[in-house]
């Protein structure tokens, strides 16, 4: 018996190490996929943003032109806000260039600064009338195709004509040509020329319709979070409640932009293109998550902090808003958030209540016109300009910034006020 069962015993532990080296082999497979995987997620996502900051951090200079501008009380006229400002820079510029004197020429030399140069000399000369009557040198902006010259210039020769590059050696050489940063990207709103385009009206109107968002959904969604896990109990309501505030938190976006249409604007019948409606029809996409979210803040109380109180004569409602709420108020806020970094990255909800219109004027309320940092983006990238290109790259850059920080938020909230048991 011991002979047959010798070799039985051996050829059982060559299976089981063979087994086990099987076993190992898989484990290390499985190791390295993983490892392959991650790294090859992080190789696409340094792509993705070098890709974006290569394409947006040139927007943030702009190509500005040094120019002696006489302030002549006569162009000016005794309204300075009706002053003929695109003359002075002209004038300015031919003084430049006293030798240009055909007018095609003229037309060639004009076309160096931006549209926009005249509104700059009116903020000026609105801010300090005493400007008027005076001399100084000022730097204005220069056109888009200067710009992108500047930048790079073996592409940008292409769309100017010789006499233009010869004068923009000119200026350069005068030192009256230089790439400097660009404010307007950060002062203005929206333009059709590219070289004066800027966020702060899409931000200001991000900015509205978040607060909107978050007065409606942050007390609605913490209200319904502490009902459904402290007072409702386990009931058929109950559960009708939980299993829809579920299915609206997987509910495409836009879905709430077609129920914001229907209801806020066309039976309700407030103002298209408003902070007010956008943060109405946000704080409905919201709400779910900032419910979810409170209601794991609520969970993750140990039951002993309910019984505590309870056994020392607190009410349930006590019980609650002075013991239970408190340590679940970190999670909650972190849940909301991250619903609110939701809410500043979406466009489509907000695109069918109509925030895609072209908005100029800086919005100063919540109902007047204005559309958000994400509709922007959308905008310039549409635009045929190349200019806009690195607009659009620069805005998602501060857009990327506004997330991180908001999430960074979010981890700092909840290490500082978190509780461990």
Known sequence: ????????????????????????????????????????????????????????????RQTEIALEIEFTP???TADPARGNY??????????????????????ELYRLLSNGAAFELRRMVLA???????????????DDLVDNFLKNPESGKKRLSPRQLAWLSQLHNQGRLALRFNRFFFTRGDSRDPEMAGILGALCGSIFT????????????????LYLEEFAGRNAFADFLEVNINNLAAVPSIIFGLLGLAVFINLFGLPRSAPLVGGL??????????????RAALKAVPPSIREAALGIGA???????????????????????????????????????????????????????ATVLPVQIYLWADSPERAFVAKTSAAIIVLLAFLILMNAGAVVLRKKFERKW
């Open 315 to 369: 009410s349930k409602v006590q019980t609650v808003f002075h013991h239970v709420l408190p340590l679940a108020l970190p999670g909650m806020l972190t849940g909301t958030i991250i619903g609110m970094a939701r809410a500043l990255g979406e466009t489509a909800p907000l695109l069918m209540i109509g925030m895609v219109a072209f908005i100029v004027d800086i919005p100063r309320s919540l109902s007047a016109p």
């Open 74 to 76: 006569r162009l000016i």
């Open 1 to 60: 018996m011991n002979q047959n069962s010798r070799p039985q015993t051996v050829s059982t532990a060559a299976i089981v190490a063979a087994g086990l080296r099987k076993r190992y082999r898989a484990e290390k497979r499985f190791r390295r996929l993983g490892i392959g995987a991650v790294i090859l997620s992080l190789g696409f996502l340094l792509l993705l943003f070098g890709n974006i900051l290569s394409q947006g951090l040139p927007a943030f």
């Open 210 to 225: 978040l607060l909107v968002t978050l007065a409606l959904s942050f007390p609605l969604g913490i209200a319904s979070a």
């Open 128 to 142: 300090d009338p005493a400007l008027v009557g005076t001399d100084r040198r000022c730097w204005l902006p220069a």
């Open 281 to 294: 029809a946000l704080s409905l996409m919201t709400m779910p998550t900032i419910i979810i979210a409170g």
């Open 86 to 107: 695109r003359a002075l820079a002209r004038q300015a510029l031919q003084r430049a260039f006293p030798k240009v004197r055909k007018r095609r020429a003229k037309k």
